[in-house]
């Protein structure tokens, strides 16, 4: 007979960080702050009170919580403001469509193809170095295209395979193990920072951007056209720090045997083949409104109105109804929904309906931010205040979840852009910049889902994962700024 009592699912710890939030974001708006309207007063304690939340309890439950909070302001609008500008945003639903699509590569193989392919082709096998070299690549353009969690899951196995040849196994704890598993995590990482393809933060830094700087859009061909040059120069500057400050010992690398590894893939099937070619047009389309802009400036205003929804709903759509030899569909909508995170868009609503209320001009907090930062800001040159946003941002999302850190950076660099530096900032590169430094996330297991499952798979140990991740993630503060800004230059 069970005789346990009743209680809290939560330690004492938590209840604790649980009351503080539950007081910020149902009673600050009873607090008078000088130039801030109550409205204002109530989204910052909201803001404040989801930031202990997601610090304490974690970004699951509590972002029903803080929704909550914030459909008892009636003058943002109630209910009805709130699920418009949460699960009834696009941002929310694009999220989904991506999570819901990517499926067709994974479940396909064409994701673990790409990886083989570059591992196994003639520059990898010169020299186990230029082995780690085309592995961290691979881990990059996965990271392109899929998401952080469903990129290691493919690239990690690889790696069991690799150093299982070598006769190193993961109890010895071997510093190449380490290497290649950070590797693995830094490379996926830089992928997702650098396009928007089925990447839940970087969807979310651009919908956060649209409500922070109202009449003006990230479009993919401009974030990647930016943050892709970065991703590449980072992705260098991470082998250069393994190969010559760290330097483990590669040479079990050499004893892989290329040939069985590449005949584990099996030639590609029409499934792979149709998933592969609708996957690359969407992305295609996605990319056309500002392609246009560069290559057909006379069409752009056609293809400008597409919006980024239609292409994953038509690409799911023909994956559902298209039917092969087998007489089962290119993708099973079974297999698509089972590869949402639903905690995710859940959490994506919840942060888009908190960025859409400090921007609210109701709540009067961009107004009230910059009046309060300009005498701290005011004499320090727009290049330091791009770079001071860019560290902070690195730094932050090794100890938080870069999805905290994204609404937390972005919640502090627009206001400031479009307020103390208005007229003397670049709102989309420093939208972009901002967006990119957060996805830098991996000297943690908390910062980030891949960081995560590196760290408990059985090569990377936390004090290599922070050693090495952080001394990764300094160097690339530099080269964000410098790559960032200089592509700016040609593009913006």
């Known amino acids: 007979m069970n005789t346990r009592k009743i209680g809290l699912s939560l330690p004492t710890s938590k209840v604790i960080a649980l009351v503080v939030a539950i007081v910020l974001m149902f009673f600050s708006r009873y607090v008078s702050i000088p130039g801030l309207p109550a409205t204002g007063a109530g989204v910052l304690g909201i803001l404040l009170g989801a ?44 999220m989904l469509l991506c999570f819901m699509l990517a499926a ?6 064409f994701a673990r193809r790409i990886a083989i392919m ?8 010169k020299s186990p170095w230029n082995t780690v070299l085309m592995y961290l690549a691979a881990c990059l353009i996965l990271g392109w295209f899929l998401p952080s969690s469903g990129s290691i899951m493919v690239t990690l196995p690889i790696l069991d395979a690799m150093l299982t040849e070598g006769k190193i196994y993961k ?38 951007y649209a409500s ?31 190969r010559f400050l760290w330097h483990p010992d590669v040479s079990c690398l050499s004893k892989v045997d290329f040939d069985a590894l590449r005949a584990t893939v099996v030639p590609m099937d029409s499934r792979e083949r149709w998933s592969a070619i609708i996957y690359g047009i969407t992305i295609l389309v996605w990319m056309l409104p500002g392609l246009s802009k560069v290559l057909f400036p006379a069409l752009n205003p056609v293809f400008g ?8 709903i038509v690409a799911l759509l023909v994956l559902q109804l298209v039917t092969l030899e087998d007489g089962e569909s290119i993708l099973s909508y079974k297999d698509a929904l089972g590869n949402v995170g639903w905690n995710t868009v859940i959490f994506i609503g919840c942060i888009m309906a908190v960025g859409a209320g400090v921007s609210n001009d109701a709540s009067g907090i961009k107004d009230w931010l910059t009046l309060l930062m300009e005498p701290v800001f005011a004499h320090i040159p727009v290049a330091i205040f791009m770079f001071i946003i860019v560290a902070a941002g690195v730094i ?15 919640a502090i660099a627009l206001p400031l852009a479009t307020g103390v530096y208005a007229g ?40 290599n994962m922070f050693r090495w991740g952080m001394v990764i993630a300094v160097v690339n503060i530099f080269l964000i700024y410098g790559v960032g800004s200089l592509m700016g230059m040609i593009l913006l």
């Open 51 to 94: 930031i202990v939340l997601w610090l304490t309890i974690g970004v699951n439950w509590t972002s029903l919580l803080i929704l909550m909070a914030l459909m008892t302001l009636g003058e943002l609008g109630g209910v009805k403001w709130v699920t418009q500008n949460s699960f009834g945003n696009d941002t929310a639903v694009l």
């Open 104 to 109: 067709c590569l994974t479940k396909s193989g």
């Open 118 to 125: 570059m591992m196994t082709n003639k520059f990898s096998r």
């Open 171 to 208: 109890e010895d704890r071997p510093a190449v193990g380490a290497m290649l598993a950070l590797g693995a995590v830094v490379a996926g990482q830089l992928g997702n920072g650098s396009t928007p393809i089925s990447h839940a933060v970087t969807i979310q830094g651009i919908g956060l």
């Open 212 to 242: 922070y700087v109202p009449g003006s859009e990230l479009d993919f061909f401009t974030f990647m056209g930016v943050l892709m040059p970065i991703a590449v120069v980072c992705l260098v500057a991470c082998w250069l720090v393994f």
């Open 305 to 312: 109105k597409l919006n980024n929804l239609y292409a994953p």
């Open 396 to 410: 932050l999302t090794n100890f938080i979840s870069n999805a905290v850190a994204v609404a937390m950076m972005l």
């Open 424 to 463: 003397s900032i670049n709102h989309v590169l420093i939208g972009l910049l901002t967006i990119n430094a957060v996805q830098h996330a991996w000297a943690t297991p908390p910062a980030t889902p891949s960081s995560a499952v590196a760290a408990g798979y059985g090569w990377l140990d936390t004090g």
